[in-house]
Protein backbone atom coordinates (compact mmCIF):
# COMPACT_ATOMS: atom_id res chain seq x y z
CA UNK A 1 0.00 0.00 0.00
CA UNK A 2 1.54 4.00 -1.08
CA UNK A 3 2.35 5.55 2.24
CA UNK A 4 -0.53 8.27 2.10
CA UNK A 5 0.95 10.53 4.63
CA UNK A 6 1.90 13.87 3.84
CA UNK A 7 5.58 14.60 2.88
CA UNK A 8 6.66 18.29 2.72
CA UNK A 9 9.68 16.97 -0.09
CA UNK A 10 7.16 15.40 -2.25
CA UNK A 11 4.79 17.85 -2.15
CA UNK A 12 7.52 20.49 -3.77
CA UNK A 13 7.91 18.39 -6.51
CA UNK A 14 3.93 18.95 -7.23
CA UNK A 15 4.25 22.84 -6.47
CA UNK A 16 2.92 22.30 -3.23
CA UNK A 17 4.15 24.09 0.00
CA UNK A 18 3.04 22.12 2.65
CA UNK A 19 4.48 24.42 5.54
CA UNK A 20 2.58 23.16 8.21
CA UNK A 21 4.97 20.13 8.08
CA UNK A 22 7.71 22.32 8.66
CA UNK A 23 6.28 25.84 10.40
CA UNK A 24 6.93 26.86 13.28
CA UNK A 25 10.37 25.34 14.58
CA UNK A 26 9.68 22.35 17.08
CA UNK A 27 10.80 23.29 20.49
CA UNK A 28 13.78 22.19 22.23
CA UNK A 29 14.09 19.30 23.95
CA UNK A 30 13.96 20.85 27.64
CA UNK A 31 10.45 22.53 26.53
CA UNK A 32 9.10 19.31 25.28
CA UNK A 33 10.20 16.88 28.01
CA UNK A 34 12.29 17.93 30.58
CA UNK A 35 12.70 14.58 31.85
CA UNK A 36 13.90 13.50 28.60
CA UNK A 37 16.05 16.23 27.90
CA UNK A 38 17.98 15.58 32.12
CA UNK A 39 18.84 12.29 30.49
CA UNK A 40 20.19 13.40 27.73
CA UNK A 41 22.72 15.92 29.51
CA UNK A 42 24.03 13.19 31.53
CA UNK A 43 24.84 10.88 28.58
CA UNK A 44 26.26 13.90 27.01
CA UNK A 45 28.50 14.55 30.32
CA UNK A 46 29.00 11.17 31.16
CA UNK A 47 30.56 10.92 27.55
CA UNK A 48 32.82 14.03 27.66
CA UNK A 49 33.88 13.08 30.99
CA UNK A 50 35.60 9.59 29.27
CA UNK A 51 37.20 11.29 26.43
CA UNK A 52 40.99 10.79 26.52
CA UNK A 53 40.92 7.79 28.74
CA UNK A 54 38.07 5.53 28.00
CA UNK A 55 37.48 7.35 24.58
CA UNK A 56 40.89 7.09 22.82
CA UNK A 57 40.18 8.12 19.21
CA UNK A 58 43.88 7.46 18.06
CA UNK A 59 43.79 4.19 20.03
CA UNK A 60 41.22 2.69 18.80
CA UNK A 61 42.27 3.53 15.20
CA UNK A 62 46.17 2.20 15.45
CA UNK A 63 44.97 -0.86 17.39
CA UNK A 64 41.80 -1.44 14.94
CA UNK A 65 39.64 -2.02 17.99
CA UNK A 66 37.60 -0.86 20.82
CA UNK A 67 38.63 -2.56 24.30
CA UNK A 68 35.99 -3.98 26.57
CA UNK A 69 36.70 -1.29 29.18
CA UNK A 70 35.03 1.12 27.17
CA UNK A 71 32.04 -1.05 26.08
CA UNK A 72 31.83 -1.99 29.79
CA UNK A 73 31.60 1.52 30.47
CA UNK A 74 29.71 2.62 27.44
CA UNK A 75 27.06 0.22 29.50
CA UNK A 76 27.18 1.30 32.64
CA UNK A 77 26.49 5.18 31.26
CA UNK A 78 23.55 3.80 29.51
CA UNK A 79 24.86 4.06 25.81
CA UNK A 80 23.81 0.60 24.77
CA UNK A 81 20.19 1.30 25.94
CA UNK A 82 19.06 4.13 24.52
CA UNK A 83 16.56 2.75 22.07
CA UNK A 84 15.58 0.12 24.19
CA UNK A 85 12.09 1.22 25.72
CA UNK A 86 12.16 1.16 29.57
CA UNK A 87 9.74 -1.51 29.74
CA UNK A 88 12.56 -3.69 28.81
CA UNK A 89 14.72 -2.34 30.90
CA UNK A 90 16.62 0.55 28.33
CA UNK A 91 16.22 4.18 28.13
CA UNK A 92 13.16 4.59 25.61
CA UNK A 93 14.81 7.99 24.35
CA UNK A 94 12.61 9.63 21.74
CA UNK A 95 14.24 10.59 17.95
CA UNK A 96 15.16 13.50 18.91
CA UNK A 97 16.86 12.59 22.28
CA UNK A 98 18.89 9.92 20.72
CA UNK A 99 19.91 12.53 17.82
CA UNK A 100 21.32 14.80 20.59
CA UNK A 101 23.58 11.83 22.06
CA UNK A 102 24.57 10.80 19.07
CA UNK A 103 25.42 13.65 17.78
CA UNK A 104 27.74 14.19 20.83
CA UNK A 105 29.42 10.77 20.46
CA UNK A 106 30.18 11.38 16.85
CA UNK A 107 32.42 14.29 17.95
CA UNK A 108 34.21 12.18 20.41
CA UNK A 109 35.18 9.09 17.89
CA UNK A 110 33.30 8.07 14.49
CA UNK A 111 33.81 4.29 15.48
CA UNK A 112 32.36 4.25 18.56
CA UNK A 113 29.24 6.00 16.75
CA UNK A 114 29.39 3.19 14.68
CA UNK A 115 29.16 0.42 17.45
CA UNK A 116 26.66 1.90 19.05
CA UNK A 117 24.57 2.77 15.52
CA UNK A 118 24.60 -0.21 14.47
CA UNK A 119 23.61 -1.86 18.41
CA UNK A 120 21.10 0.36 19.12
CA UNK A 121 19.91 1.92 15.40
CA UNK A 122 20.28 -1.87 13.69
CA UNK A 123 20.72 -4.46 15.47
CA UNK A 124 18.34 -3.59 18.76
CA UNK A 125 15.68 -1.42 17.01
CA UNK A 126 14.77 -4.44 14.52
CA UNK A 127 13.63 -6.52 17.60
CA UNK A 128 11.88 -3.25 19.14
CA UNK A 129 10.20 -2.73 15.97
CA UNK A 130 9.17 -6.06 14.62
CA UNK A 131 9.97 -8.54 17.48
CA UNK A 132 7.08 -10.68 19.24
CA UNK A 133 6.72 -10.09 23.15
CA UNK A 134 8.60 -13.43 23.56
CA UNK A 135 12.05 -12.07 21.56
CA UNK A 136 11.65 -8.74 23.07
CA UNK A 137 11.24 -9.81 26.59
CA UNK A 138 13.89 -13.00 25.70
CA UNK A 139 16.68 -10.60 24.29
CA UNK A 140 16.39 -6.49 25.07
CA UNK A 141 17.13 -6.48 28.24
CA UNK A 142 20.46 -8.32 27.64
CA UNK A 143 20.80 -6.07 25.22
CA UNK A 144 20.08 -2.83 27.59
CA UNK A 145 22.72 -3.65 30.22
CA UNK A 146 25.24 -4.48 27.59
CA UNK A 147 26.05 -8.26 28.50
CA UNK A 148 26.11 -8.66 24.79
CA UNK A 149 26.21 -6.38 21.58
CA UNK A 150 23.56 -6.40 18.73
CA UNK A 151 24.64 -6.51 15.55
CA UNK A 152 22.40 -6.54 11.63
CA UNK A 153 23.35 -9.03 8.93
CA UNK A 154 21.92 -7.79 5.38
CA UNK A 155 24.65 -6.82 3.19
CA UNK A 156 25.76 -9.89 0.88
CA UNK A 157 28.56 -9.92 -1.59
CA UNK A 158 27.21 -10.59 -4.86
CA UNK A 159 23.61 -7.96 -3.38
CA UNK A 160 25.21 -5.30 -1.17
CA UNK A 161 22.69 -4.05 1.11
CA UNK A 162 19.82 -4.99 -1.66
CA UNK A 163 17.20 -6.69 0.14
CA UNK A 164 14.85 -7.74 -2.23
CA UNK A 165 17.77 -9.93 -4.07
CA UNK A 166 20.04 -11.41 -1.70
CA UNK A 167 20.94 -14.83 -2.41
CA UNK A 168 21.25 -15.93 1.35
CA UNK A 169 18.45 -18.97 1.75
CA UNK A 170 16.46 -20.49 4.58
CA UNK A 171 14.23 -23.44 4.68
CA UNK A 172 11.83 -25.00 7.43
CA UNK A 173 13.10 -27.96 8.73
CA UNK A 174 10.62 -30.89 7.93
CA UNK A 175 8.99 -31.23 11.25
CA UNK A 176 8.70 -27.73 11.23
CA UNK A 177 10.81 -26.80 14.42
CA UNK A 178 13.50 -24.53 12.90
CA UNK A 179 15.32 -23.11 9.70
CA UNK A 180 18.95 -24.24 8.04
CA UNK A 181 20.07 -20.95 6.53
CA UNK A 182 22.69 -20.64 4.07
CA UNK A 183 24.66 -17.99 2.52
CA UNK A 184 27.49 -15.50 3.79
CA UNK A 185 26.98 -11.79 4.84
CA UNK A 186 29.83 -9.06 4.74
CA UNK A 187 31.10 -5.85 6.50
CA UNK A 188 28.65 -6.98 9.43
CA UNK A 189 29.68 -4.20 12.49
CA UNK A 190 30.00 -6.04 15.38
CA UNK A 191 29.65 -9.33 13.62
CA UNK A 192 32.30 -10.94 15.81
CA UNK A 193 31.39 -10.48 19.02
CA UNK A 194 27.92 -9.87 18.50
CA UNK A 195 25.52 -12.14 20.32
CA UNK A 196 22.39 -10.73 19.18
CA UNK A 197 22.53 -10.74 14.82
CA UNK A 198 18.96 -9.36 12.92
CA UNK A 199 19.56 -10.86 10.12
CA UNK A 200 17.67 -11.62 6.51
CA UNK A 201 17.42 -14.88 4.02
CA UNK A 202 15.34 -16.07 1.04
CA UNK A 203 12.54 -18.11 1.78
CA UNK A 204 9.37 -20.18 -0.14
CA UNK A 205 6.47 -18.28 0.37
CA UNK A 206 2.46 -18.51 -1.50
CA UNK A 207 1.64 -15.28 -3.59
CA UNK A 208 -1.15 -15.02 -5.69
CA UNK A 209 -1.51 -18.56 -6.42
CA UNK A 210 2.04 -18.87 -6.99
CA UNK A 211 5.35 -19.91 -4.99
CA UNK A 212 7.96 -17.08 -4.74
CA UNK A 213 11.08 -16.36 -2.96
CA UNK A 214 10.74 -13.52 -0.36
CA UNK A 215 12.87 -12.03 2.32
CA UNK A 216 12.47 -12.87 5.86
CA UNK A 217 14.12 -11.46 8.83
CA UNK A 218 15.64 -13.80 11.60
CA UNK A 219 17.05 -13.46 15.12
CA UNK A 220 20.48 -15.63 15.11
CA UNK A 221 23.05 -16.01 17.71
CA UNK A 222 26.38 -17.21 17.37
CA UNK A 223 25.94 -20.15 19.41
CA UNK A 224 23.41 -21.90 17.14
CA UNK A 225 24.91 -24.44 15.05
CA UNK A 226 26.30 -23.91 11.71
CA UNK A 227 27.12 -20.01 12.49
CA UNK A 228 30.85 -18.81 11.82
CA UNK A 229 32.70 -15.68 11.61
CA UNK A 230 35.06 -16.10 8.46
CA UNK A 231 37.13 -12.82 8.99
CA UNK A 232 37.31 -8.98 10.04
CA UNK A 233 38.32 -6.66 7.48
CA UNK A 234 40.55 -4.07 7.59
CA UNK A 235 39.44 -0.75 6.71
CA UNK A 236 40.48 3.12 5.85
CA UNK A 237 38.74 4.90 8.16
CA UNK A 238 36.48 4.04 11.50
CA UNK A 239 39.40 1.19 12.39
CA UNK A 240 38.55 1.18 15.78
CA UNK A 241 34.71 -0.32 14.94
CA UNK A 242 35.01 -3.91 13.29
CA UNK A 243 33.16 -5.31 10.35
CA UNK A 244 33.10 -9.11 10.20
CA UNK A 245 32.00 -11.52 6.86
CA UNK A 246 29.94 -14.47 8.49
CA UNK A 247 28.98 -17.38 6.88
CA UNK A 248 25.98 -19.58 7.43
CA UNK A 249 26.05 -23.46 6.80
CA UNK A 250 22.74 -25.17 7.32
CA UNK A 251 22.61 -22.68 10.52
CA UNK A 252 20.15 -23.74 12.49
CA UNK A 253 17.30 -20.98 13.76
CA UNK A 254 14.77 -22.13 16.30
CA UNK A 255 11.18 -21.58 14.17
CA UNK A 256 10.34 -19.08 16.91
CA UNK A 257 13.21 -17.23 16.02
CA UNK A 258 11.19 -15.35 12.75
CA UNK A 259 11.63 -11.29 13.29
CA UNK A 260 8.41 -10.49 11.66
CA UNK A 261 6.52 -12.18 9.49
CA UNK A 262 7.74 -14.83 6.65
CA UNK A 263 8.05 -13.07 3.67
CA UNK A 264 8.02 -9.86 4.84
CA UNK A 265 12.23 -8.72 5.80
CA UNK A 266 12.21 -6.29 2.95
CA UNK A 267 9.82 -4.14 4.70
CA UNK A 268 11.98 -4.81 8.24
CA UNK A 269 15.47 -3.81 6.48
CA UNK A 270 13.45 -0.55 5.43
CA UNK A 271 12.18 0.57 8.36
CA UNK A 272 14.91 -0.20 10.05
CA UNK A 273 17.46 1.87 7.89
CA UNK A 274 14.95 4.46 7.37
CA UNK A 275 15.50 5.55 11.09
CA UNK A 276 19.27 4.99 10.44
CA UNK A 277 19.41 7.52 8.23
CA UNK A 278 18.45 10.30 11.16
CA UNK A 279 21.08 8.69 13.31
CA UNK A 280 23.93 9.03 10.57
CA UNK A 281 22.84 12.76 9.76
CA UNK A 282 23.07 13.76 13.64
CA UNK A 283 26.71 12.01 13.52
CA UNK A 284 27.47 14.16 10.45
CA UNK A 285 25.98 17.38 12.04
CA UNK A 286 27.85 17.03 15.45
CA UNK A 287 31.02 15.97 13.67
CA UNK A 288 30.79 19.07 10.75
CA UNK A 289 30.49 21.32 13.29
CA UNK A 290 33.81 19.97 15.52
CA UNK A 291 35.63 20.18 12.68
CA UNK A 292 35.06 23.77 12.06
CA UNK A 293 36.22 24.28 15.65
CA UNK A 294 39.14 22.67 14.76
CA UNK A 295 39.85 24.44 11.54
CA UNK A 296 39.39 27.92 13.75
CA UNK A 297 41.20 26.89 16.36
CA UNK A 298 44.76 25.42 13.99
CA UNK A 299 44.11 28.81 11.72
CA UNK A 300 44.36 31.34 14.67
CA UNK A 301 47.61 29.57 16.03
CA UNK A 302 49.23 29.15 12.37
CA UNK A 303 51.29 31.89 11.15
CA UNK A 304 52.36 32.47 7.78
CA UNK A 305 53.69 35.50 6.02
CA UNK A 306 53.63 36.97 9.28
CA UNK A 307 49.80 37.25 9.78
CA UNK A 308 47.69 34.03 11.36
CA UNK A 309 46.05 31.97 7.96
CA UNK A 310 42.49 32.81 9.79
CA UNK A 311 42.73 36.48 9.19
CA UNK A 312 43.53 35.13 5.20
CA UNK A 313 40.09 35.94 2.69
CA UNK A 314 40.46 32.34 1.12
CA UNK A 315 40.78 30.81 4.51
CA UNK A 316 37.50 33.45 6.26
CA UNK A 317 35.29 31.89 2.81
CA UNK A 318 36.21 28.28 4.02
CA UNK A 319 34.95 29.09 7.71
CA UNK A 320 32.13 30.66 6.56
CA UNK A 321 30.70 28.18 4.04
CA UNK A 322 31.36 25.67 6.43
CA UNK A 323 29.56 27.15 8.93
CA UNK A 324 26.39 28.42 7.32
CA UNK A 325 26.31 24.80 6.04
CA UNK A 326 26.33 23.20 9.55
CA UNK A 327 23.42 25.52 10.48
CA UNK A 328 21.92 24.23 8.05
CA UNK A 329 22.62 20.72 8.87
CA UNK A 330 21.49 21.32 12.48
CA UNK A 331 18.46 23.25 11.37
CA UNK A 332 17.22 19.69 9.24
CA UNK A 333 18.09 17.09 12.04
CA UNK A 334 16.26 18.87 14.70
CA UNK A 335 12.92 19.61 12.45
CA UNK A 336 13.81 15.77 10.90
CA UNK A 337 13.78 14.63 14.43
CA UNK A 338 10.68 16.00 15.70
CA UNK A 339 8.44 14.61 12.81
CA UNK A 340 10.01 11.62 13.82
CA UNK A 341 8.51 11.88 16.87
CA UNK A 342 5.82 13.39 16.42
CA UNK A 343 4.34 10.80 13.85
CA UNK A 344 1.39 11.36 11.10
CA UNK A 345 4.05 12.71 8.13
CA UNK A 346 6.10 10.78 5.85
CA UNK A 347 9.56 11.59 6.76
CA UNK A 348 11.57 9.32 4.42
CA UNK A 349 12.56 11.52 1.69
CA UNK A 350 13.17 14.07 4.15
CA UNK A 351 15.99 11.65 6.06
CA UNK A 352 17.23 10.96 2.59
CA UNK A 353 17.93 14.44 1.87
CA UNK A 354 19.41 15.24 5.48
CA UNK A 355 21.70 12.26 5.07
CA UNK A 356 22.82 13.25 1.43
CA UNK A 357 23.53 16.94 2.92
CA UNK A 358 24.96 16.27 6.14
CA UNK A 359 27.17 13.41 4.91
CA UNK A 360 28.28 15.55 2.10
CA UNK A 361 28.96 18.47 4.42
CA UNK A 362 31.35 16.16 6.25
CA UNK A 363 33.61 15.09 3.79
CA UNK A 364 34.23 18.71 2.64
CA UNK A 365 34.54 19.94 6.02
CA UNK A 366 37.38 17.30 6.75
CA UNK A 367 38.74 17.64 3.45
CA UNK A 368 38.95 21.53 3.83
CA UNK A 369 40.57 20.90 7.56
CA UNK A 370 43.27 19.13 5.95
CA UNK A 371 43.73 21.49 3.65
CA UNK A 372 44.12 24.42 6.24
CA UNK A 373 46.49 22.17 8.02
CA UNK A 374 48.63 22.06 5.23
CA UNK A 375 51.29 19.22 6.09
CA UNK A 376 50.27 18.62 9.00
CA UNK A 377 46.83 17.99 7.90
CA UNK A 378 48.76 14.67 5.99
CA UNK A 379 50.55 13.04 8.87
CA UNK A 380 50.46 11.52 12.31
CA UNK A 381 50.07 12.26 15.28
CA UNK A 382 47.81 15.23 13.99
CA UNK A 383 44.33 14.22 14.25
CA UNK A 384 43.32 15.20 10.61
CA UNK A 385 44.05 12.28 8.21
CA UNK A 386 42.35 10.66 10.65
CA UNK A 387 39.34 12.52 10.39
CA UNK A 388 38.95 12.64 7.19
CA UNK A 389 39.27 9.01 6.98
CA UNK A 390 36.67 8.54 9.23
CA UNK A 391 34.41 10.76 7.23
CA UNK A 392 34.57 9.22 4.04
CA UNK A 393 32.19 6.24 4.95
CA UNK A 394 29.64 8.20 5.66
CA UNK A 395 28.61 9.03 2.19
CA UNK A 396 28.05 5.31 1.83
CA UNK A 397 26.43 4.23 5.15
CA UNK A 398 22.56 3.73 5.09
CA UNK A 399 22.32 3.90 1.43
CA UNK A 400 24.59 5.25 -0.90
CA UNK A 401 23.75 8.83 -1.81
CA UNK A 402 23.72 8.24 -5.12
CA UNK A 403 21.22 5.27 -4.53
CA UNK A 404 19.36 7.74 -2.22
CA UNK A 405 19.14 10.90 -4.92
CA UNK A 406 17.69 8.38 -7.24
CA UNK A 407 15.32 7.75 -3.75
CA UNK A 408 14.32 10.88 -3.67
CA UNK A 409 13.62 11.71 -7.64
CA UNK A 410 11.70 8.97 -8.69
CA UNK A 411 9.15 9.12 -5.07
CA UNK A 412 8.93 12.53 -5.92
CA UNK A 413 7.89 12.90 -9.41
CA UNK A 414 5.25 9.88 -8.80
CA UNK A 415 3.36 11.99 -7.56
CA UNK A 416 2.91 14.55 -10.71
CA UNK A 417 3.73 11.27 -13.28
CA UNK A 418 0.07 10.13 -11.85
CA UNK A 419 -1.05 12.73 -14.90
CA UNK A 420 0.20 9.80 -16.93
CA UNK A 421 -0.99 6.54 -16.51
CA UNK A 422 1.28 4.34 -18.11
CA UNK A 423 3.92 5.99 -16.85
CA UNK A 424 3.06 5.68 -13.00
CA UNK A 425 3.03 2.47 -13.54
CA UNK A 426 6.44 2.04 -14.84
CA UNK A 427 7.90 4.05 -12.11
CA UNK A 428 6.32 1.45 -9.39
CA UNK A 429 8.95 -1.36 -10.29
CA UNK A 430 12.05 0.69 -10.66
CA UNK A 431 11.61 2.16 -6.97
CA UNK A 432 11.10 -1.51 -6.27
CA UNK A 433 14.19 -2.36 -7.78
CA UNK A 434 16.54 0.18 -5.99
CA UNK A 435 17.06 -1.84 -2.76
CA UNK A 436 16.54 -0.74 0.63
CA UNK A 437 15.75 2.79 -0.12
CA UNK A 438 12.39 1.73 -3.01
CA UNK A 439 10.09 0.46 -0.97
CA UNK A 440 8.19 3.62 -0.40
CA UNK A 441 5.37 3.73 -2.51
CA UNK A 442 4.59 7.86 -3.26
CA UNK A 443 1.45 9.29 -2.03
CA UNK A 444 -0.66 10.39 -4.79
CA UNK A 445 -1.36 14.46 -5.55
CA UNK A 446 -4.09 14.01 -3.18
CA UNK A 447 -1.34 13.92 -0.56
CA UNK A 448 -0.46 17.24 -1.29
CA UNK A 449 -4.02 18.49 -1.73
CA UNK A 450 -4.19 22.09 0.35
CA UNK A 451 -0.55 23.20 -0.12
CA UNK A 452 0.26 26.09 -2.91
CA UNK A 453 3.02 27.34 -4.46
CA UNK A 454 2.81 30.29 -2.06
CA UNK A 455 3.50 29.86 1.69
CA UNK A 456 0.42 30.52 4.06
CA UNK A 457 3.12 30.68 7.29
CA UNK A 458 4.39 34.78 7.36
CA UNK A 459 7.27 34.99 7.77
CA UNK A 460 9.12 38.05 9.22
CA UNK A 461 10.19 41.02 6.85
CA UNK A 462 13.67 40.11 7.50
CA UNK A 463 13.48 36.89 5.58
CA UNK A 464 10.94 38.10 2.84
CA UNK A 465 13.36 38.10 0.40
CA UNK A 466 14.65 34.54 0.81
CA UNK A 467 10.94 33.39 1.38
CA UNK A 468 10.22 34.89 -2.48
CA UNK A 469 13.14 32.95 -3.97
CA UNK A 470 11.92 29.96 -2.39
CA UNK A 471 8.75 29.97 -3.57
CA UNK A 472 9.86 30.80 -7.21
CA UNK A 473 12.44 27.78 -6.74
CA UNK A 474 9.28 25.51 -5.71
CA UNK A 475 7.64 26.50 -8.60
CA UNK A 476 10.53 25.95 -11.26
CA UNK A 477 11.13 22.52 -9.45
CA UNK A 478 7.63 21.39 -10.41
CA UNK A 479 7.69 23.13 -13.89
CA UNK A 480 11.29 20.77 -13.72
CA UNK A 481 9.71 18.30 -12.86
CA UNK A 482 6.97 18.57 -15.19
CA UNK A 483 9.39 19.14 -18.20
CA UNK A 484 11.29 16.25 -17.98
CA UNK A 485 7.88 13.49 -17.33
CA UNK A 486 6.75 14.98 -20.18
CA UNK A 487 9.89 14.59 -22.33
CA UNK A 488 11.49 11.23 -21.12
CA UNK A 489 7.93 9.61 -20.20
CA UNK A 490 8.80 5.86 -19.60
CA UNK A 491 12.58 6.70 -20.15
CA UNK A 492 12.52 8.91 -16.61
CA UNK A 493 13.80 5.42 -14.84
CA UNK A 494 17.07 5.90 -17.02
CA UNK A 495 17.92 9.20 -16.81
CA UNK A 496 19.85 9.43 -13.76
CA UNK A 497 21.90 12.16 -14.43
CA UNK A 498 18.56 14.40 -15.01
CA UNK A 499 16.85 12.18 -11.84
CA UNK A 500 20.37 13.54 -9.64
CA UNK A 501 19.62 16.93 -11.04
CA UNK A 502 16.02 17.16 -9.29
CA UNK A 503 16.88 15.54 -6.18
CA UNK A 504 19.57 18.02 -5.81
CA UNK A 505 17.12 20.97 -6.29
CA UNK A 506 14.62 19.28 -3.48
CA UNK A 507 17.41 18.71 -0.95
CA UNK A 508 18.46 22.42 -1.06
CA UNK A 509 14.91 23.41 -1.16
CA UNK A 510 14.42 21.42 2.02
CA UNK A 511 17.25 22.55 3.53
CA UNK A 512 16.51 25.80 2.75
CA UNK A 513 13.01 25.94 4.39
CA UNK A 514 14.31 24.29 7.21
CA UNK A 515 16.62 27.09 8.11
CA UNK A 516 13.86 29.70 7.18
CA UNK A 517 11.70 28.14 9.93
CA UNK A 518 14.60 27.81 12.63
CA UNK A 519 15.96 31.42 12.00
CA UNK A 520 11.98 32.28 12.45
CA UNK A 521 11.50 30.85 15.41
CA UNK A 522 15.00 32.18 16.52
CA UNK A 523 14.10 35.71 15.84
CA UNK A 524 10.51 35.00 17.54
CA UNK A 525 12.38 34.66 20.79
CA UNK A 526 15.44 36.82 20.70
CA UNK A 527 13.88 39.91 18.26
CA UNK A 528 15.64 40.47 15.26
CA UNK A 529 18.76 42.23 16.96
CA UNK A 530 19.02 39.19 18.72
CA UNK A 531 19.71 36.94 16.01
CA UNK A 532 22.70 38.80 13.93
CA UNK A 533 24.59 36.13 13.77
CA UNK A 534 22.27 33.47 13.06
CA UNK A 535 20.94 35.77 10.33
CA UNK A 536 24.10 36.33 8.78
CA UNK A 537 24.10 32.23 8.40
CA UNK A 538 20.83 32.09 7.08
CA UNK A 539 21.61 34.92 4.65
CA UNK A 540 24.61 32.92 3.50
CA UNK A 541 23.03 30.21 2.97
CA UNK A 542 20.02 30.98 1.57
CA UNK A 543 22.08 32.47 -1.35
CA UNK A 544 24.53 29.74 -1.93
CA UNK A 545 21.67 27.07 -1.78
CA UNK A 546 20.01 29.18 -4.67
CA UNK A 547 22.68 29.46 -6.64
CA UNK A 548 23.47 26.07 -6.58
CA UNK A 549 19.28 25.47 -7.05
CA UNK A 550 19.96 27.65 -10.22
CA UNK A 551 22.83 25.69 -11.71
CA UNK A 552 20.62 22.26 -10.96
CA UNK A 553 17.81 24.05 -13.31
CA UNK A 554 19.68 25.42 -15.88
CA UNK A 555 21.64 22.33 -16.43
CA UNK A 556 18.07 20.92 -17.24
CA UNK A 557 16.73 23.70 -19.29
CA UNK A 558 19.32 24.08 -21.37
CA UNK A 559 21.15 22.11 -23.60
CA UNK A 560 22.57 19.62 -20.86
CA UNK A 561 21.10 16.46 -22.48
CA UNK A 562 23.67 16.67 -25.39
CA UNK A 563 26.21 17.09 -22.79
CA UNK A 564 24.77 14.04 -21.08
CA UNK A 565 24.82 12.10 -24.67
CA UNK A 566 28.36 12.78 -24.75
CA UNK A 567 28.95 11.56 -20.89
CA UNK A 568 27.31 8.59 -22.51
CA UNK A 569 29.26 7.92 -24.83
CA UNK A 570 32.60 8.39 -23.40
CA UNK A 571 31.53 5.91 -20.80
CA UNK A 572 30.71 3.67 -23.22
CA UNK A 573 34.16 3.55 -24.50
CA UNK A 574 35.41 3.61 -20.95
CA UNK A 575 33.42 0.68 -20.22
CA UNK A 576 34.38 -0.97 -23.82
CA UNK A 577 38.40 0.14 -23.78
CA UNK A 578 38.44 -1.09 -19.37
CA UNK A 579 39.47 2.17 -18.77
CA UNK A 580 41.94 5.43 -20.83
CA UNK A 581 42.55 4.39 -24.27
CA UNK A 582 43.99 7.62 -25.97
CA UNK A 583 47.57 7.61 -27.14
CA UNK A 584 50.39 8.12 -24.73
CA UNK A 585 51.31 12.00 -25.28
CA UNK A 586 54.83 10.95 -24.42
CA UNK A 587 56.03 7.19 -24.93
CA UNK A 588 54.51 4.97 -27.71
CA UNK A 589 53.03 2.32 -24.79
CA UNK A 590 50.16 0.15 -25.01
CA UNK A 591 46.42 2.16 -23.92
CA UNK A 592 44.73 -0.03 -22.17
CA UNK A 593 45.76 -1.49 -19.09
CA UNK A 594 46.13 -5.54 -18.71
CA UNK A 595 45.87 -5.81 -15.34
CA UNK A 596 43.26 -8.50 -14.33
CA UNK A 597 40.06 -7.21 -12.43
CA UNK A 598 39.84 -6.87 -8.68
CA UNK A 599 37.86 -9.95 -7.49
CA UNK A 600 34.43 -8.68 -5.64
CA UNK A 601 33.67 -11.66 -3.61
Known sequence: MPDERPSFTRGIFAGAILDSLLFPYPRSLERRDADEARVVRRLVDGLRAMEGTLIDPARFDEEETIPDETITAFAELGMLALTIPKEYGGLGLSSSAYARVFSTLSTLDASLGVLVGVHCGLGSRAIVLFGSEDQKARYLPMLARGETLAAYALTEPQTGSDARHIVSTAELSEDGT???????????????????????????????????????????????????????????????????????????????????????????????????????????????KEVLGEMARYAEQRVQFGSPIASFEITQRKFATIAADCYAA???????????????????????????????????????????????????????????????INRIFEGTNEVLRLFIALNGIEGPAEYLAELGDALRSPLKNLGLVGGYAASRLRGVVGGGVNMRT???????????????????????????????????????????????????????????????????????????????LCDLFCVEAGRRFRTERLALGGREEDVDGRRRSIAATVRAEAGYWVADPILDLPTVSDHPPIRLD
Open 178 to 288: HWLLNGQKLWIGNGHRAGVIATFAQTWVERRGETVQRPTAFIIRPDMPGFRVVETVRKMGIRGSTQARLAYENLQVPADHVLGEVGKGFGVAVHVLNGGRLTLAAGCAGAS
Open 330 to 392: DAMLGQLAAAMDRGGSDSSLEAACAKVFNSELVWRATDELVQVAGGRGFVKPYPYERMLRDAR
Open 458 to 536: ELHDRLAEHQKYFEKHVGELKEATDRAITKYRKQIVDRQMVLERLANMAIELYATAAVLSRTQSLMDERGVDGCDRELA
